[in-house]
């Protein structure tokens, strides 16, 4: 199984819980949440565009055309990646519609990760791309933003993100796992996610959390005999 | 067909791209969102309600009693007219409540549009008004605001609203057309949306989006071409 | 029938303007809003919890086994009270997950309300509790959180909470009464309810609201005489 | 000696106090700090002026020439008012700059009061007019603003003020005193300060707080003394 | 030399760089700047107030005589120490005036420490106590505060205060250090201020950074030399 | 006179004006205010230096060693430029403090320009180079941001900035000029002070505002005649 399989499995909340091991608590990117609900998890590589505010001498429609645009960098995108998108968390203007969106799902992108917002809500959702973001608005990326380039290391919700990091999204939001931790947090969070699946069985048949969640040395004991009769 | 009629057959993200050829980049209401999924777009003409911070000894229960008063202004709405209603943007004391809502849809009003919030929210969908507006706060307006007057030039979502400007919201929100620009909006937005309706088509079949939105001369002219056989 | 009974009866809403007769204006909790839809209206007595901002030496998966940590605080609560947690409006670092919620469930805590985020969204909603919040987060308390205590004075979205105080939640939100002013409020409440149910048949028999709601002399009569026909 | 006399002689700080006596807790405006040091204590009745946010088509150079201007608000105000802006709180876009202030000056004008910000500023610290507002910023109020009118209700800094409620401005801040009020905070503003006087003096020699401030009826006793020492 | 005489030496701004060594990124509390120029270097033992927000019913003048009241926190504060007040970051309800002030410089406090804003700055400034705030209001803390406590864990500028944590202030603000960090960077700073002097007159002579700040072998090297001549 | 001496005597005022005149809005940096009182106007060529939030294994002082760092940065900073740093408005974490602002102006650097903050905030003043920033914080970059490179488009205070853009700040804040506008700007700023100068002394004999300012035809007659008799 490759880590990009095992992270399909590892919830979020728990991968934040791996980076808080190596030191790393800027791992979440505020304000990018699920657009619709009963997305799959997405796990893929980062590829980042970056936007700065508008300037209203380039900040136009006929913008659209030009060599460093979003059109551009949708057809620099490679099947699978998830592109990241800094929009400097500005809520007033939408970094793409449904139809570069559906040209987006159309190239297999896996998902659309931005601090910003979309618009044409009914069309983006009808491409089926999973989008997280922080809401809707109807004016175009170039009523208040500038868009400057693909594949450089952005700022996103918070985070840092370089090109190449890895991304995984689901409900409780999305995070980045810079890519030389994939491989710990991956293997790490398989083990933690069965602990876990064992301490909801325990609190189910009413015991506390003190000395379960973490475990002291009698839990401990408990779920190594778990693990082994389910191996 | 008049202007109303064409414009509800244009999306809020398009009008805004056609106020942009004119050099408006504020007409999108930050904070007005639809209270409930399903609304028609819906179009009519600014009736403008504005509200200041509370003063204590004004803001008061009594005070709903007044000539000057959230029911006296209702009572003074055309049929057809969108409340357009300045909050401030406080997101703690809802302007209208059920009650009130109801009384505006018997009123035959189209539809609230506010950056603040309502209350009662139950009630106020099942009195089936469109709402638009931040969200849901249990204190009433007199919490937080003090009522003072409508049909005056407003400030909503950081937009300048003046009473028979156009409004129109959907999915993706709301927006003011100054009333000179109607007619401009309405004939833009229709041949705009059948340009894109032709992009989708040509996204669906594999183009990639550079030279076909916004198109070069090719693409000009195979939409010509289209759009010639479709007439 | 106890007060709570009645309170279970009375919307936020219309608690919140029972309040403002005692001047009391900070009583709704800015940012605890329904995680999901449907619940009921709940009533409990508050038992809060306390949040510091994060100190990285304390603030770790290892505090979690302290003496002073959320999961004793859950072991502390009395069945049917709701836990109101300060987290000082953050809103990038959940301060319960699924299985502390799970195990709040199991204890029989009405609800959780607080002006912070949860984690695990999925867990928790699968976990029956009714949450009252801001939002969701992936990453945990520790990352953004110190835990320092619970039944002390804190603040919540705005307001001051005691333990003991009266909280009530639903869809618009959760309300806090303190404890000297339930009855009061209880009884108020339920009056104003009947009022309003009155003014809800008459406006939809068409009446317009100037002397109806607030009523004047004719209004409170007719009022007086529906009422009196109904006991 | 008149209120307006009286109140040149009591505190901002007390101001506020004497007004929540009477339940009023909104009535300093937040974001309204002197410009520069060393102003005196201003005290004026207030003349409004409002804007709603930036319409391109409407807010540009061109507009100050209109009869709805800054320019014709200027000649309409009395002399010994305190203008108070609604800029709602934009820090973006200057109200005023040296030329406007250099004529309210020049019409006898007490200050200017905005929760906004003005431009030209080492100009209008030569222009004499003590200004209370945010701060600086370069842009011209067209940049960010439409003004709309004069002697409306506005609000300010999170306060409501009416045409004609007074002004008083210190170090301490601006504070709006309902105009039905003033009598009343003279009076009490004025034995509110000889109390705190004595008070200082008590603390000088050494005297705790508790017991003196507020006094109980031994700090009381020595109080009443001390004043008619002085009588 | 005590710790704390070496912190006195030391700039907040290297203490910030000691604490990173160890982890600690939550060290300085935002919004905590001086009231004045001038002040030097404070140093002193954290004694903590606790404020959550206004409750009408509580938080009145009234409140002033209870037992726990500000008045009663400040005769409790013992001599040499540095209050550190939670106002939730409030700017708009001045947590002390010039006579507690007073009280507090008369009974040998060090500093006062805030997020919040204080009130009658004249006053303030008159009574010589060091004040590290976000600025200045009118209203009293009763205004938007309720008072609770003292000498618990606290928030302040987004940092977690313990009591006896040692706070240090000067120009850039002021910072927390956790108790048992104090001997490490008293230590640790003292040696950084003397190879950050050395820097300096480096840079005085030309040297460009890189290489020389963080130190090379060779400017290790040299430094070594310096600092052993100096000794 | 070149354009940068022209521009050496046109306010930053009046330079928004004349861009306002190009359609441009967005040109004065929100955040970036003069660090100090009496700083000369300064004129200079964009030097940008880019941010993005902490990455905790990145962001560290190790970091400071790293071929892209900010030590590299100054080392590559041309004689006379303005270096504009985009820290994301960040005011919790100095972007450079007073090494190496100090080896700045050693490299004869004209000015810093950020949205973000500086520290040690003393030995930048005593650095002489002027500084316009949002305020002082004690923690290092690397305490909340992490350095990602220079002359690449930038965000600052709500502006994009292009390398080579030119950036003219005064006590009124910090604008950038679009290079290609450098020479209309600084032709159309001569003119528009010549004009202003004579609005002054007309306003200090006494003339009103409608009509003077913007001129009617005979103001403009007045001014034609006050400037030949000038030349």
Not at 90 to 103: H, Y
């Amino acid at each position: 199984m490759t880590p990009f399989d095992a992270l399909r499995r590892v919830p979020t909340a728990t991968i934040t819980t791996m980076l808080l091991k190596k030191g790393i608590r800027h791992c979440w990117m505020n304000g990018a949440m699920p657009l619709a609900a009963g997305y799959p998890r997405v796990v893929g590589a980062a590829f980042t565009l970056r936007f700065v505010p508008v300037r209203e001498d380039l900040a136009t429609p006929e913008s659209w055309a030009k060599p460093i645009s979003t059109r551009a960098a949708i057809e620099a995108m490679p099947e699978g990646c998830i592109a990241v998108a800094d929009a400097m968390g500005v809520a007033t203007a939408g970094i793409f519609g449904d139809i570069l969106v559906m040209r987006m799902a159309r190239r297999n992108v896996t998902a659309l990760v931005t601090d910003g917002v979309i618009r044409d809500k009914v069309g983006v959702l009808a491409a089926k791309l999973p989008v997280w973001c922080q809401g809707t608005a109807a004016p175009a990326s170039v009523n208040g933003l500038t868009f400057v380039g693909w594949n450089e290391p952005i700022a996103c919700g918070g985070c840092a993100i370089f090109p190449d990091d890895v991304i995984v999204a689901d409900d409780d939001g999305a995070v980045v796992i810079p890519k030389d931790l994939v491989d710990f947090v991956a293997a790490e969070g398989e083990e933690h996610e069965r602990y876990e699946s064992w301490v909801v069985s325990e609190v189910e048949r009413g015991v506390p959390l003190p000395g379960l969640y973490p475990p002291n040395d009698d839990a401990k004991a408990r779920y190594a005999a778990w693990k082994a009769k389910r191996s």
